[in-house]
T-cell receptor, first 115, second 118 residues
């Protein structure tokens, strides 16, 4: 039973390019969360999605960032026109429901470097 | 808004010894969950232990145990018989017990880097 799969593991983008980060949740999990980890910091919540719905995007920057979780396929976090400050590790986590009995299952993250 | 504070940026322990990592939090809620996550150099976030605030008994998982002081809003992690593989960043996290929406998010501290000396 594969865990949460994130790809790519490392991503390098030049300033102004687009970054696409993918997350495949655990089998049977329909809830996905994206977190960002800046250097020397803990993880910060960005967005919470269920299939085809954004439930909470209160942690997402207002511009350039978007997320989706289509009916079929992985969840995508998209960052348009990347800047150096977007360099961070981006983590995806999934859970089978919104019932908060357990901590989520995290992926291994995507490290984005903007040059 | 809830906050989580880890006041020890770095800690060191001798192999086979015991170490305690500190965590305090602030919340106006009476029911919630607390977690400790381990992040080794591989970057994988691994759940170490969790505590439900309505349970008075401290959680224990093998060599890992917590000291949960609800009134003091303190949630420390004790690692007994430390092993080289315990070396990692450790994050304390808070989650509301409320269902769904933004209250289901994890709120993390900044972490404590634990080194284990052979």
């Amino acid at each position: 039973n594969a865990g949460v799969m994130q790809n790519p593991r490392h991503l390098v983008r030049r300033r102004g390019q687009e970054a696409r980060l993918r997350c495949s949740p655990m089998k049977g999990h329909s809830h996905v969360y994206w977190y960002r980890q800046l250097p020397e910091e803990g993880l910060k919540f960005m967005v919470y999605l269920q299939k085809e719905n954004i439930i909470d995007e209160s942690g997402m920057p207002k511009e350039r960032f978007s997320a989706e979780f289509p009916k079929e396929g992985p969840s995508i976090l998209r960052i348009q026109q990347v800047v150096r400050g977007d360099s961070a590790a981006y983590f995806c986590a999934s859970s089978p429901s919104s019932v908060p009995n357990y901590g989520y299952t995290f992926g291994s993250g995507t490290r984005l470097t903007v040059v | 808004a809830q906050t989580v504070t880890q006041s020890q940026p770095e800690m060191s322990v001798q192999e086979a010894e015991t170490v305690t990592l500190s965590c305090t939090y602030d919340t106006s809620e009476s029911d919630y969950y607390l977690f400790w996550y381990k992040q080794p150099p591989s970057r994988q976030m691994i759940l170490v232990i969790r505590q439900e605030a309505y349970k008075q008994q401290n959680a224990t998982e093998n060599r890992f145990s917590v000291n949960f002081q609800k009134a003091a809003k303190s949630f420390s992690l004790k690692i007994s018989d430390s092993q080289l593989g315990d070396a990692a960043m450790y994050f304390c996290a808070y989650r509301s017990r409320a269902y769904g929406g933004s209250q289901g998010n994890l709120i993390f501290g900044k972490g404590t880097k634990l080194s284990v000396k052979p």
